[in-house]
C-alpha cells in the first residue's frame, strides 16, 4: 500500500501515556501500523518534511522519531531514496519442505516412549541452569501486564476476603466463565459459561480431554512434529500415537488424516494445535478446518483443540477456532491464559462437547475445582479493555522479537538451514543441515551457556533429529541476536566437521 | 487430675489481645487449658475465692469468667458443689460396633461404580442450594486465619512482583518445601525438600500416587468405609476396590489386611487415613502403623498414605504419620493445607517414597508446576509461629462444635442410633436405626433444609446404607444445634413408620 494511505491519526483504543515524550508516541503509533499490518514489509516511510506538516511536529522530533523506529528494526533508510519499512531478511532463507504424505500410511501406531528422553534432557539443563533459554514457550515476564495483574489481585483480595479460606465453585469462578464465553462468540464458538469447566492450565484440560474419549491402548492421531507435552501425556496415560504429516505453513494434512482414519480404525481421537501450531508455527486455513471438524464428525472421533496460542497469531483479527465449525460437539477445545497473558497462573478452561459431563467428572475426581483466586484476578483484569491492549502490544513485540531472530537465523546459519517464517508467537522450527544432528547440537549449544530444543522431543517416531526450536521469547534482542550467532557458527563448524555420508 | 496442679499463669505462646477484657482473656486461659487437655472432663474448677486470689481479680471479673465458660458449654455448675468441666454427653450413646471381620475376605474386588450415585447426589444439591451444609469436609472460613492470610498475600504480590507473570519451579516453591520437610521432621518422616512435589490438593496427590503404582484393572485395598473421593478416583482409573474392614477407634484392621493380601495376590497398593480417618475418625495406634507399614514393606506393595487431618487430632502433639516407620520408600505420603488452613487454596503435596521420579514424571505430564502465589504465602504464613497458634485455636473450636453435636444427638436422635466419639477433626460417622435407609433420610433432611452425607457412597459394596456422616464444621453452635435436632426428631419419624421387617 502506499503511505499516503496511511492516516496515523485515526481513531486508537490505546491512549498515549501522557508522559510518554511526544516523538516516542508518533514512533508508537507507527510501530503499531506497521505491527498490524497496515504497513507493510517494503512501504515507503512519510518524508521528513510531509511527517513534520502532517503531525504539525519539529524537524527535531520528526528525526527522533525515525531514529525510535531504526533502533527497533522497523525501517531502514536507503540513500537518496528515504525511509521504508523492514523487509525480512527471512526472505534469505529456504522455506521448510513440505511433508511427504507417503511416508505416514504404512506406519504402525507406536505406544510412547518420550519420558525418558524428557528426563534426560531435564538431568542435562541441571548442567547449566544459568544457560540464556531460547528453549522456552512463554515469553519473559516483562512482555506480560505485570503491575496490572499485581494490582488486579490486590483489589480481589481485599473485595473478597474469604478468597483463601472459602471453598470455590465446581467449575470454577462464574464470572470468569462468563467472560470467557463472551470471548469465545467472537472466536466463533456459541457456547455458554456452563460448558466451561477451569482446569490447572491447558495441560490439565487436554489430560481431562484425552481420559475422556480414550481407555488405554488406545491409538491417537497427533500432527508431527508435535509438542512433547502431548507425548508424554500419551504416554503417561498408556496410549499410541499415531504421527500424521503436517505441513510447516497449513498444518495437519487432512487428506493424510482421512486414509489414516481408514486403515487405523482403532484411532479414538485426533489432537490438533490449528493455531500456530507447537513447534511448526502454522496457521490451519479456514477451510482446512472446516474439513477436518467434518472428517471427525463423520467418523464420530473426537477432535481435541489445543489452542493456547490463538490470539498470538499476527493481525488485527485472530483466526477462528475449529470449535467455530463443531455443530454436533466433536470438538473438545482446550486452552489457557498461559501464553498470552500470565505464565505464572495456571489458568486453563475445557470446553468438553458432548462429552463435557464426563470431563467434569473426571476433573473432580483428579483434582477438584482450581483456587478461586487466580480466576477472580483474571475476571477482574478481563472485563476491562486491558486484555485487548495487551494483545496487541504482545503480538507487535513478538513480530518485532521474530524479525529480529530470523534476521540472525539467516545471517549466521549455515546453507542448507531452512525454516518457514511462522505467522505469530515464539516458535522458530529450524532444519538444519543433515549433517548436524540435533541432540549433539542441543549439548554443545547447553555447553556454549544457551538452552535449545532438540527436534527428537517432538516426534515419537525418531523423526527430526535434524531440527531444532528456538523461541524468540525475550524482549533483550541484542542478547538474543547474539546468541543466535552463536549458535550460527556452532552449526557452520559441526556441518563442517560431520562425517561424510 | 487436681485443678491445684493447673498453673494458667504458666508460659504461653498466645499472647492475649490487649483489646479484650479482662475476664475473657481468663477464660480464654481455661479454655485452652480445656481444649488441651491440661483440665480433663470431670476436673473440678477453682472456687470463685480462689479463682479472684490466683487471678488477683474482683468477684465481678470472675463470675463473668465462669459465664463465659458456661456459655461456651465447657463448665458446668452442680448445686452446692461448684464448677466442674464438662463431660460430654456422648457417654449416653452406645459405640458403633467393631466390624465384622469375616465379612471381608471372600469378597470379590469389584471394579468401582461411584460417579453415577455421586452425579446423582450433587444434582439432588442444586434442589435446595441454601440447605444449611453439616455434609462438608472443611470447616467454615470465620474458623480460619482469613485476615493473616490475606495480608500474606498482599505482601506476597509487593515483594515479588512477578509471581504471576513468570513460570515457576517444576516441584513448587522451594521456600515452601524447605519448611514443610522440617514440619515433616516434627512428625517422624526424615525427608528433605527435594523429596516433595507441589499438587493441586491431596486429591490430585493421591491420584498421582494411584498411577504410579497401578495399571487400569489392577486391585487398590481401601477402608470400608472410605472417603467417596478416594472412590472416584478408583473409577476413573479403571482400578478394582478390595474393602477392608475398618474399626470406628483403631482404623484398618490390619488382620484382615493380611489376610487379604494373601487371597488377591493382585492388590497393588493399599489407601489408608490414618489419622482421623474419613468418615470414621478413628487415629491408628502406633503399634498398628508400625505393623501396617512392614507388612505392606514385606509384601512388596505400596502404601499410600492420606493425611490431611493429623493437625486436627486432640491433644497438644499430633499423633505420627505412617511415613515415621517408613524405611524403604514403601510409603507414599499425600497431604494438604485445605482442611487445616485454607481451603479456599489447592495446596497439597506428595512424597512419592521409591515412586518419586515416577510420580514427579506423571504430575508434569499431567499439569505441570503448581502456580506460585499460593505457595509463597503459605510458606510467609508457615515461617511465623502463627501457624501452630491456629491449628491450636481450630483443634479447641473443633473439639467445642464436636462435644455439642455430639450433645445433640444423643439428646435427639431415637434409640438404636449409636456413634463413637472422634478423636478431632469435625465427622460424625452415625449408625441409625436399621430401619432408616439413609438414601431417604437424605433426601428427607435436604427437603428440610439441611445437607448431610448418605453412608451409600462411602462403600463401593453396597455397605453402609443406615449410616450418615455428619460435619459439625460451623461455628454457629446454635444453628447446627437446631439442625441437629430436626435431624434426630426426623430420624425418630423415619424409625418408627418403617415397614416391620
Redesign the interface.
Known amino acids: 500500500m502506499s503511505e499516503a494511505l496511511f492516516t496515523p491519526h485515526g481513531p486508537s483504543t490505546d491512549r498515549p501515556s501522557e508522559r510518554q515524550p511526544l516523538y516516542r508516541q508518533l514512533a508508537d503509533q507507527y510501530r503499531r501500523a506497521i505491527g498490524n499490518g497496515v504497513l507493510r514489509p517494503g512501504d515507503r516511510m512519510p518524508s521528513m518534511r510531509a511527517f513534520m506538516q502532517r503531525h504539525g511536529v519539529s524537524l527535531a522530533t520528526a528525526t527522533e522519531s525515525y531514529r525510535e523506529l531504526e533502533r527497533a528494526a522497523l525501517i531502514d533508510a536507503r540513500p537518496r531514496a528515504g525511509y521504508f519499512v523492514r523487509v525480512p531478511s527471512t526472505a534469505a532463507l529456504p522455506c521448510a519442505a513440505e511433508p511427504d504424505l507417503a511416508m505416514q500410511p504404512g506406519a504402525a501406531a507406536q505406544f510412547v516412549g518420550i ?1 525418558s528422553a ?2 534426560a534432557l ?1 538431568s542435562k539443563f541441571q548442567r547449566n541452569p544459568h544457560a540464556l533459554n531460547l528453549g ?1 514457550a ?1 515469553a519473559s ?1 516483562d512482555l ?4 496490572m ?2 494490582k488486579a ?2 483489589r480481589a ?2 473485595r473478597r ?8 465453585p465446581d467449575q470454577g469462578d462464574p464470572a470468569l466463565r462468563a467472560i470467557i464465553a463472551r470471548r469465545a462468540l467472537e472466536a466463533g464458538s456459541q457456547i455458554g459459561a456452563d460448558d466451561i469447566i477451569m ?3 491447558g ?2 484440560a487436554m ?1 481431562l480431554a484425552l ?1 475422556a474419549v480414550t ?2 491402548g488406545d491409538t491417537v492421531a497427533v500432527e508431527s512434529p508435535c509438542f512433547f ?1 502431548l507425548l ?2 500419551l ?2 496415560l ?1 496410549l499410541r500415537a499415531l504421527e500424521i504429516p503436517t505441513s510447516p505453513s497449513t498444518g495437519l494434512a487432512i487428506e493424510a488424516l482421512a486414509f489414516a482414519l481408514h486403515t487405523h480404525p482403532d484411532i479414538k481421537a485426533v489432537v490438533v494445535v490449528p493455531n500456530l501450531q507447537n513447534p511448526l508455527g502454522s496457521v490451519m486455513p479456514d477451510a482446512h478446518k472446516a474439513r477436518l471438524v467434518d472428517l471427525c464428525a463423520r467418523a464420530g472421533i473426537a477432535l481435541i483443540e489445543d489452542d493456547p496460542y490463538r490470539e498470538l497469531v499476527d493481525g488485527a483479527q485472530p483466526p477462528r477456532s475449529l470449535k467455530a465449525w463443531d455443530t454436533d460437539g466433536t470438538v473438545i477445545h482446550c486452552t489457557s491464559f498461559n501464553k498470552t497473558l ?5 489458568v486453563g478452561w475445557i470446553n468438553g462437547g458432548r462429552w463435557h ?1 464426563r470431563i467434569g ?2 476433573k ?11 480466576q477472580v ?1 483474571l475476571a477482574g483484569f478481563l472485563e476491562t479493555s486491558a486484555y485487548e491492549r495487551h494483545l496487541r502490544r504482545l503480538r507487535e513485540s513478538l513480530r518485532l522479537q521474530r524479525e529480529r531472530m530470523a534476521a540472525a537465523v539467516a545471517a549466521s546459519f549455515p546453507d542448507g538451514t531452512r525454516f518457514t517464517p511462522p505467522r505469530g508467537g515464539m516458535f522458530f522450527w529450524i532444519e538444519l543441515p543433515r549433517e548436524v544432528s540435533s541432540s549433539a547440537f542441543f549439548e554443545a549449544a547447553l555447553d556454549d551457556g544457551i538452552r535449545i530444543m532438540p527436534g527428537t522431543v517432538f516426534s515419537n517416531a525418531g523423526r527430526f533429529d535434524h531440527f531444532i526450536r528456538l523461541s524468540c521469547s525475550s524482549a533483550d534482542l541484542d542478547l538474543t541476536d547474539e546468541a543466535v550467532r552463536r549458535l550460527g557458527r556452532l552449526a557452520a563448524r559441526m556441518a563442517a566437521h560431520a562425517p561424510t555420508r
Open positions: 519420558h524428557i528426563s531435564v522456552g512463554t515476564p506480560y501486564p505485570t503491575d495483574l499485581q489481585a490486590v483480595l481485599r476476603p474469604t478468597l483463601l479460606t472459602a471453598v470455590g482446569t490447572h492450565g495441560v490439565e489430560n481420559r481407555q488405554p507435552g508424554q501425556a504416554e503417561s498408556g500470565a505464565p505464572g497462573m495456571r459431563p467428572m473426571l473432580f475426581a483428579q483434582s477438584r475445582h482450581n483456587e478461586q483466586l487466580s484476578v
